[in-house]
């Protein structure tokens, strides 16, 4: 299957900075881009859907504000978690798709750690 | 809404024993069914799916038949072996890939 990167695979902050989370297809160009969000022993829950050079649709209970997602080419996508909280500590997930009913590959994570 | 519900781990067994990870769902509509499966320090990966009732996924030994009158979608492997230890979650879409809603995950142990 298709390659999905993530960078970093672990973050630590202290509270109040934002944190950059990069979500890379590698060898293929992803039309449709996801994020995720793990707690331990918990389902992934969809937090956001993006599009190439639209604005990400984001589920029900997502603040977009404060997380902001990019999706400016067809191969990068990037989750910002603004103004982070310990609540935000979690395991961040994505995923890409070529669009339509193409399956999605997943990246393999980022663990992020707030302070 | 849509939900999925599959049996907690860690499930531990011994190389060559049979595996069986339950995993219900609610849905409207007629959903597709997947099993994903994540290797430790990896993504997740598409291990089999079904699209209609009493389709049968299968891949790498493991199967999952799609019962829509039990509304389950169990995982079933004949003799595991060590390097199936891993992850598995269960999932559904009601939209070809988009929205995919996840179970929780069920650790398994394949010990020698």
């Known amino acids: 299957g298709a390659v999905v990167s993530q960078h970093p695979s672990w973050v630590i902050c202290k509270s109040g900075t934002s944190v950059k989370i990069e979500c890379r297809s590698l060898?293929?160009?992803?039309?449709?881009m996801f994020w995720y969000r793990q707690f331990p022993k918990q389902s992934l829950m969809l937090m956001a859907t993006?599009?190439?050079?639209?604005?990400?649709?984001?589920e029900q209970g997502v603040e977009k504000d404060k997380f902001l997602i990019n999706h400016a080419s067809l191969t990068l996508s990037t989750l910002t978690v603004t103004s982070a909280h310990p609540e935000d500590s979690s395991f961040y997930i994505c995923?890409?798709?070529?669009?339509?009913?193409?399956?999605?590959?997943f990246g393999p994570g980022t663990r992020l750690t707030v302070l | 809404g849509n939900s999925v519900t599959q049996m907690e781990g860690p499930v531990t067994l011994s190389e060559e024993a049979f595996l069986t990870i339950n995993c219900t769902y609610t849905?409207?509509?007629?959903?597709?069914l997947f099993w994903y499966v994540q290797y430790p320090g990896e993504g997740l990966q598409l291990l089999l799916k079904a699209t209609k009732a009493d389709d049968k996924g299968s891949n790498k030994g493991f199967e999952a038949t799609y019962r829509k009158e039990t509304t389950s979608f169990h995982l079933e492997k004949g003799s595991v072996q060590v390097s199936d230890s891993a992850v598995y979650f269960c999932?559904?879409?009601?939209?070809?890939?988009?929205?995919?809603?996840f179970g929780t995950g069920t650790k398994l142990q394949v010990i020698p």
């Open positions: 995923s890409a798709s070529a669009g339509g009913f193409n399956e999605q590959f």
């Open positions: 993006s599009n190439e050079g639209s604005k990400a649709t984001y």
């Open positions: 999932a559904l879409s009601s939209g070809g890939y988009q929205k995919v809603t």
């Open positions: 060898d293929f160009q992803a039309t449709t």
């Open positions: 849905a409207t509509g007629y959903p597709s």
